[in-house]
């Protein structure tokens, strides 16, 4: 079974500082993809980057970038220079390729950005 | 584009009141669906997902059930609602493969 795990609840950052959060995974699938989400306050999830566990290369999204380490099983986003409006919820997922292609969620980590 | 429109945003029932969620997705065919709950501050639990017109499955046994009687319609139902109801419930879908899965804005249902 597919899991993920967010170790950390809680992220207190200054503005414009860089922030890295983290994200392991378990799977015995050889394809998945992984991704991480964002919500705010208001609740609606807004997906914010995407890794297939065959790319060669990390993927980026304008301020976020993902860590991909395939041996070590993480997927950790790293945003730069954050904005008071990344104060969020973010949560890591990992999706199978096979059968329902259900998408399984971390617990989060609530990410405050402080002025 | 595609869009997915998830009603009502809140919902306040008593105990033992039925439930209708409705879901639908607009510019796409054959979506899988998915519905999840959230409980205050935690993540996201699969309750159903649905691959295709009819075809359901559960995730974990309670007090809900789903049905998708249109392809891209999905409907969340109980017929007698629980305290342990209660909470953020959002539809989503997506395509075959590695895509994302896209969310409606949610549904807020506090059972009193």
């Given at each position: ?6 170790t ?41 980057i ?46 199978e ?19 | ?17 039925p ?31 649905s ?47 590695y ?14």
């Amino acid at each position: 079974a597919q899991k993920i795990t967010q170790t950390q609840p809680g992220m207190f950052v200054q503005e414009k500082e860089a922030v890295t959060l983290d994200c392991t995974y378990d799977t015995s699938d050889p394809s998945y993809g992984l991704f991480w989400y964002k919500q705010p306050s208001s609740g609606e999830m807004i997906f914010l980057i995407y890794q297939g566990s065959y790319d060669q290369q990390n993927a980026t999204e304008g301020r976020y970038s993902l860590n991909f380490q395939k041996a070590r099983k993480s997927a950790n986003l790293v945003i730069s220079a954050s904005q008071l409006g990344d104060s969020a919820m973010y949560f890591c997922a990992m999706r199978e390729v096979q059968g329902a292609q259900k998408l399984v969620f971390g617990q989060g980590t609530r990410l405050t950005i402080n002025p | 584009s595609q869009t997915i429109h998830q009603w009502p945003a809140t919902l306040v029932q008593p105990v033992g009141s039925p439930l209708s969620l409705e879901c639908t997705v607009e510019g796409t065919s054959n979506p899988n669906l998915y519905w999840y709950r959230q409980a205050a501050g935690r993540g996201l639990q699969l309750l159903f997902y649905s691959v295709g017109i009819g075809q359901i499955s559960s995730e974990v046994p309670q007090n809900l059930s789903a049905s998708r009687p249109q392809d891209r319609q999905f409907i969340l139902s109980s017929k007698k609602l629980l305290l342990s109801d209660s909470g953020f419930y959002l539809c989503a879908w997506g395509r075959q493969g590695y895509s994302p899965l896209h969310f409606g804005n949610g549904t807020r249902l506090t059972v009193t």
